[in-house]
């Protein structure tokens, strides 16, 4: 397994509006390398691609197999076939961070 996609996860990408639906897409399985950007601010790199909401994405769930989970709104982000990175609103530690 690749050092920068050092777990497997499942990511949630969810379309939610200010009426309260929501539209997810769960991607299990994906390697991925979780970042801190900032103390607020995440990045998860992934491996291949996500399926997404047909609206556009507002928030994403980052589920590691050890149980963390990183939720927040999305920032930005770039996908490829091959790949890509969704940066996200989130202030919980990255495992690195937690010395894990």
């Known amino acids: 397994m690749s050092s920068q996609y050092p777990y497997i996860a499942t990511i949630t ?3 939610e509006d ?3 639906d929501a539209e997810a897409s769960e991607n299990p ?3 991925v ?3 801190a950007v900032t103390e ?3 990045k998860v790199h992934f491996v291949g691609t996500l399926a997404a909401p047909e609206k556009p994405a ?3 769930c980052v589920t590691l197999e050890n149980g963390l989970a990183y939720y927040g709104p999305i ?3 770039h996908a490829e076939l091959e790949g890509g990175w969704i940066a996200f609103e989130s202030d919980m530690l990255t495992p690195q961070e937690l010395g894990l």
């Open 58 to 60: 507002t928030h994403i």
């Open 29 to 31: 399985g994906m390697r």
């Open 33 to 35: 390398g979780l970042e």
């Open 18 to 20: 200010r009426g309260g």
């Open 75 to 77: 920032v930005n982000g």
């Open 40 to 42: 607020t601010l995440k």
């Open 13 to 15: 990408v969810s379309a």
